[in-house]
């Protein structure tokens, strides 16, 4: 069985995994993230949407609106909510997935206090363009407006030349081992401006704690199995534990859970040090990992461009494919059909947020974002991913269809 993703590991992470770590990672985490990605300061945090989260509360932003994509990972709108202030959903495009900025404009107002760009599956969005519509608003409504750039999908992403993070007041990362770089959990916030970087890590060095002995023993064990039922040899074995069982399936929703605003246990803890140890490895690999995912991306584009039963995003200068989206019209017979020809189809974002349980009395309608919920799969990315293999198959099934 071909996996929907799998994440470069190597003995480099595994060694670490039984060894001790007893020098402060994290710090050396931090200033590494913040070099790659163009940033002067980085703030490590357990999770991806406690860093945005921590960033409202440190900031004392609450009572405001803040306005976010439709189509995102549902924690983006969790930590919204979880700081008191109110999501603003805004639909997106459905050539990149991301914010659409006509409805951007519209929905700005004297409340809005932050916008999040997602640069969806990788796809940078129009920073420039925002940047312009945002400091329009900001003379007239006479406000600060921050930008953050969630670059949770989009590590090192660049636009008109320069990194996506070049264009917000902080950026958000997420390594869970779904990301591009892992750290089996685990966030950064980067930013240049040095006020805010004090008032952040003042603010997270006051609120969160150590991480506990069962945090870091949990977490070393995690990765450990998550290495091996993502390997080679034992991924069938993963496949069916995940598809036939509810086995897997308790532990995977704790950590996420997307029809209720919640945040994990362990939200109130600092990053462990172990995490911050193998995301130093793997941000050692970045450059090759990204080459590669582009090299598979191209594989893609190459053989769908013109193809009228998947849709696909075309080339778009300056991604970095933390997925690769498509659009077909029956995706659950898709995913079945492909599963018969043993590869393992993904569907990254299965909702459109406004339209979750949680979110629908707020009442928005963003139509883009449902047919995108509707309709989208993700083709395999990763090491030891054979893409070419995996459009054969995907033709032959089209054949079929
Ligand atoms: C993964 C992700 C996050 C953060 O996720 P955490 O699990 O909290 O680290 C935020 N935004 C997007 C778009 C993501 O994909």
Same mark, same amino acid.
């Given at each position: 069985?071909?996996?929907?993703?799998?994440?470069?590991?190597?003995?480099?992470?595994?060694?670490?995994?039984?060894?001790?770590?007893?020098?402060?990672?994290?710090?050396?985490?931090?200033?590494?993230?913040?070099?790659?990605?163009?940033?002067?300061?980085?703030?490590?945090?357990?999770?991806?949407?406690?860093?945005?989260?921590?960033?409202?509360?440190?900031?004392?932003?609450?009572?405001?609106? #803040?306005?976010?994509?439709?189509?995102?990972? $549902?924690?983006?709108?969790?930590?919204?909510?979880?700081?008191?202030?109110?999501?603003?959903?805004?639909? #997106?495009?459905?050539?990149?997935?991301?914010?659409?900025?006509?409805?951007?404009?519209?929905?700005?107002?004297?409340?809005?206090?932050?916008?999040?760009?997602?640069?969806?599956?990788?796809?940078?969005?129009?920073?420039?363009? #925002?940047?312009?519509?945002?400091?329009?608003?900001?003379?007239?409504?006479?406000?600060?407006?921050?930008?953050? +750039?969630?670059?949770?999908?989009?590590?090192?992403?660049?636009?008109?030349?320069?990194?996506?993070?070049?264009?917000?007041?902080?950026?958000?990362?997420?390594?869970?081992?779904?990301?591009?770089?892992?750290?089996?959990?685990?966030? @950064?916030?980067?930013?240049?401006?040095?006020?805010?970087?004090?008032?952040?890590?003042?603010?997270?060095?006051?609120?969160?704690?150590?991480? $506990?002995?069962?945090?870091?023993?949990?977490?070393?064990?995690?990765?450990?199995?998550?290495?091996?039922?993502?390997?080679?040899?034992?991924?069938?074995?993963?496949?069916?534990?995940?598809?036939?069982?509810?086995?897997?399936?308790?532990?995977?929703?704790?950590?996420?859970?997307?029809?209720?605003?919640?945040?994990?246990?362990?939200?109130?803890?600092?990053?462990?040090?172990?995490?911050?140890?193998?995301?130093?490895?793997?941000?050692?690999?970045?450059?090759?990992?990204?080459?590669?995912?582009?090299?598979?991306?191209?594989?893609?584009?190459?053989?769908? +461009?013109?193809?009228?039963?998947?849709?696909?995003?075309?080339?778009?200068?300056?991604?970095?494919?933390?997925?690769?989206?498509?659009? @077909?019209?029956?995706?659950?017979?898709?995913?079945?059909?492909?599963?018969?020809?043993?590869?393992?189809?993904?569907?990254?974002?299965?909702?459109?947020?406004?339209?979750?349980?949680?979110?629908?009395?707020?009442?928005?309608?963003?139509?883009?974002?449902?047919?995108?919920?509707?309709?989208?799969?993700?083709?395999?990315?990763?090491?030891?991913?054979?893409?070419?293999?995996?459009?054969?198959?995907?033709?032959?099934?089209?054949?079929?269809?």
């Amino acid at each position: 069985m071909i996996p929907r993703f799998r994440f470069w590991s190597s003995k480099d992470e595994l060694l670490s995994l039984i060894q001790p770590a007893w020098k402060d990672y994290i710090r050396v985490f931090e200033a590494k993230i913040a070099k790659k990605f163009n940033a002067r300061y980085g703030i490590s945090f357990p999770y991806g949407r406690v860093a945005q989260w921590s960033f409202l509360k440190a900031m004392g932003i609450m009572n405001t609106e #803040i306005i976010m994509p439709a189509y995102t990972c $549902s924690v983006v709108a969790h930590s919204i909510s979880l700081s008191n202030n109110i999501p603003v959903f805004v639909d #997106i495009d459905l050539d990149t997935y991301n914010i659409n900025l006509e409805s951007l404009k519209k929905n700005i107002n004297k409340n809005t206090s932050v916008i999040i760009i997602t640069n969806t599956f990788g796809n940078p969005a129009d920073a420039l363009k #925002i940047k312009k519509i945002v400091n329009k608003a900001e003379q007239n409504f006479k406000t600060k407006i921050w930008i953050v +750039q969630d670059c949770c999908h989009s590590f090192g992403a660049s636009y008109a030349g320069r990194l996506v993070s070049d264009f917000g007041d902080v950026s958000i990362y997420g390594f869970n081992i779904s990301k591009l770089i892992t750290s089996i959990f685990g966030g @950064v916030l980067t930013t240049n401006n040095r006020f805010v970087e004090k008032k952040i890590r003042k603010w997270r060095d006051k609120n969160l704690k150590k991480s $506990s002995l069962s945090k870091i023993l949990s977490r070393r064990l995690y990765f450990f199995f998550a290495i091996i039922a993502f390997s080679r040899l034992f991924y069938k074995y993963t496949f069916w534990l995940t598809h036939k069982t509810s086995f897997l399936n308790k532990y995977t929703k704790s950590f996420h859970l997307d029809e209720k605003i919640h945040f994990p246990k362990d939200y109130d803890q600092h990053m462990a040090n172990i995490e911050a140890k193998i995301g130093i490895i793997q941000l050692n690999k970045y450059d090759k990992i990204i080459d590669e995912r582009r090299r598979q991306a191209k594989n893609y584009v190459k053989a769908f +461009q013109f193809e009228k039963k998947i849709q696909i995003c075309g080339s778009i200068a300056g991604a970095t494919y933390s997925h690769f989206p498509a659009r @077909v019209s029956d995706k659950k017979a898709f995913i079945e059909g492909l599963r018969k020809e043993g590869v393992e189809i993904g569907e990254v974002l299965q909702y459109s947020i406004p339209h979750l349980p949680c979110y629908a009395n707020l009442g928005y309608n963003c139509k883009n974002a449902k047919y995108a919920s509707k309709h989208t799969i993700n083709l395999p990315l990763g090491p030891h991913i054979d893409t070419l293999k995996i459009i054969k198959k995907i033709n032959k099934y089209l054949l079929k269809v």
